[in-house]
């Protein structure tokens, strides 16, 4: 019998939105031969917008009165998720770069270790991702690939989608009728794993590249399963503001402070939270940022922080 009939788990998180760096787990749940595992979190205080609730129907009113502190939840996941890795069961996960960076952010968030940590420093896998193997077997074809369309193409029944238990049951049959329809995927998990991570990379730079005929800044991230945390450096949301206040773009404040692209925009996306709309060269700097004014309207910019910070020569 080929590895892919037999023992794999499938894991799917719902979450308060989309950011991985700060949105919550709201719901999970992890299917393996042994049943369905499933987790609701009372996102630890913090308001489920009315955008994610329309989609996975959640209410803030209701993780709170039935869900368990997240911080136990999200340590209890990681440490199912490894058992399950250690035991030898590849993880079928959807657009795994999301659900498994997301449950990292969570774990760090909380202060238990995360699923890498609990896999003793290993990388995470083997990881069967649908949506990678589908772009890698049928590349050309067009339209959309959320699950519901994958599932809708290769005949899985999807009938309470965006439920983690109902996702993550039809992320595992789409992955089994990919492997029945396209012998080649079916690898050892192993090889198959390292196999995705250059099909994601592949795509990810051929995505960048469409989406910098509109904007030249933009960065798609190569990193699959799992996108590393940002390394800021000691820079703070503050220097980019200021940066953006003197005219700089992105790339331009990551190579003065030596951070990347996505760290730069991370931070703005931090002082958004932290400041809010504020007056002064900060407002400024937040439109800036967010394409609302061009970055010549800046014709008092604030100086640059302590002045510690050199620009980084390639």
């Given at each position: 019998m080929s590895w892919h009939l037999g023992r794999m788990a499938a894991f799917d998180t719902e979450t308060t939105g989309t950011d991985v760096e700060t949105d919550r787990i709201v719901s999970a749940a992890l299917i393996t031969p042994a049943g369905v595992r499933e987790w609701l979190?009372?996102?630890?205080?913090?308001?489920?917008?009315?955008?994610?609730?329309?989609?996975?129907?959640?209410?803030?009113?209701?993780?709170?009165?039935?869900g368990?502190?997240?911080?136990?939840?999200?340590?209890e996941i990681a440490e199912v998720l490894a058992a399950e890795l250690n035991a030898g069961s590849p993880l079928v996960v959807m657009n795994a770069p999301f659900d498994l960076t997301i449950l990292d952010r969570e774990c760090t968030r909380h202060g238990v270790p995360t699923l890498t940590e609990k896999l003793d420093g290993k990388?995470?896998?083997?990881?069967?991702?649908?949506?990678?193997?589908?772009?890698?077997?049928?590349k050309y074809r067009k339209g959309p690939r959320k699950l519901e369309n994958l599932a809708a193409h290769y005949g899985i029944e999807l009938t309470n989608a965006h439920a983690a238990a109902a996702d993550a049951q039809a992320a595992l049959d789409v992955?089994?009728?990919?492997?029945?329809?396209?012998?080649?995927?079916?690898?050892?998990?192993?090889?198959?794993?390292?196999?995705?991570?250059?099909?994601?990379?592949t795509w990810a730079e051929g995505f960048e590249q469409y989406l910098r005929k509109k904007d030249p800044t933009e960065v798609v991230d190569r990193n699959w399963p799992l996108i590393p945390a940002p390394a800021f450096g000691g820079v703070?949301?503050?220097?980019?503001?200021?940066?953006?206040?003197?005219?700089?773009?992105?790339?331009?404040?990551?190579?003065?402070?030596?951070?990347?692209?996505?760290?730069?925009?991370?931070?703005?996306?931090?002082?958004?939270?932290?400041?809010?709309?504020?007056?002064?060269?900060?407002?400024?700097?937040l439109a800036i940022g967010l394409g609302q004014l061009p970055a010549d309207v800046a014709t008092n910019p604030a100086p640059q922080s302590g002045g510690q910070h050199e620009p980084v020569r390639q």
């Open positions: 979190t009372d996102v630890d205080g913090v308001e489920i917008p009315a955008e994610a609730t329309s989609v996975h129907h959640m209410s803030t009113e209701h993780a709170r009165e039935h368990r502190p997240a911080k136990e939840v999200v340590e990388p995470i896998g083997p990881v069967v991702d649908p949506l990678v193997m589908d772009r890698a077997a049928d992955a089994r009728r990919i492997f029945d329809m396209y012998p080649q995927l079916r690898a050892p998990a192993e090889l198959l794993h390292r196999w995705q991570i250059g099909w994601f990379a703070t949301s503050n220097d980019v503001l200021r940066g953006l206040a003197q005219g700089l773009d992105h790339p331009q404040i990551a190579e003065l402070f030596d951070i990347t692209v996505r760290a730069s925009r991370l931070l703005l996306r931090r002082a958004f939270d932290e400041l809010g709309a504020q007056s002064g060269p900060h407002a400024i700097a």
